[in-house]
Nanobody
Framework: QVQLVESGGGLVQAGASLRLSCAAS????????MGWFRQAPGKRREFVTT????????YYADSVKGRFTISRDNAKNMLYLQMVSLKPEDTAVYYC?????????WGQGTQVTVSS
């Protein structure tokens, strides 16, 4: 089992950058596929990006491709999301998710607000 805690959200202006972090507990973090999702007010939670356990494969939603970068440090049990050129439409609660193929684990989320 993995417990996930996100951090790094905040209020920024359009065009700014932020880096989100997700700290994972548990010895099996390195075997989990990890990802970031987000949920804006009044909208469904949506996929942002995912990374394989070895970091060899990454996938991005079209809306963030070229602006967001997912990475992981298995030695530190950490997942990251580097966000640049932020837009007001990126405003949402960002959630970290881990999956071992059978179960899914979610963090509590961190708020990102981008003002125009």
């Amino acid at each position: 089992q993995v417990q996930l805690v996100e951090s790094g959200g905040g209020l920024v202006q359009a065009g700014a950058s932020l880096r989100l972090s997700c700290a994972a507990s548990g010895r099996t973090f390195s075997s989990y596929a990890m990802g970031w999702f987000r949920q804006a007010p009044g909208k469904r939670r949506e996929f942002v990006t995912t990374i394989s356990w070895s970091a060899g494969n990454t996938y991005y939603a079209d809306s963030v491709k070229g602006r967001f970068t997912i990475s992981r440090d298995n030695a530190k049990n950490m997942l990251y999301l580097q966000m640049v050129s932020l837009k007001p439409e990126d405003t949402a609660v960002y959630y970290c998710k881990g999956s071992d193929g059978l179960f899914e684990y979610w963090g509590q989320g961190t708020q990102v607000t981008v003002s125009s």
